[in-house]
């Protein structure tokens, strides 16, 4: 046997400790029952099906920079915009990034919606 001093919350115990040196002297503990691991096998989520979009003759696509959430929608689909104009607020990294529009046009489509998460390359709206 070894005694140790231990503190718990400021109060101070002497306890003594038994030293098992191996399996054979380990003491048998009645009414252990032994568990096999078991492959469980988790749904898998069904991956999300995005449709492959492309810009026609005279549209751009605006993409995500980097991934964040969609914060706000700013310009709606229709508007005309002129370049520098903010699209929508890209929060990542807890600080809010304008999306601007590269050209002037309209804004034919928006892609995304607030709340939603977007990675690098995201498409995020179509100018015209």
Known sequence: MR?????????SYEVEVEEISSKEN????????????KKIEKPQPK??????????AGQEIVEAPMPGNIW???AQEGQQLKAGDVILILEAMKMENEILAPRDGKLSKMLT?????VNTGDKLAIIE
């Open 3 to 11: 005694k140790f001093k231990i503190i718990v919350n400021g109060q």
């Open 26 to 37: 380990s003491p048998v503990i009645p009414n252990t029952v032994t568990r096999e691991e």
């Open 47 to 56: 991956p999300e099906v995005k449709e492959e979009i492309k810009a026609q």
């Open 72 to 74: 706000k929608i700013v």
């Open 113 to 117: 919606k607030e709340g939603s998460t």
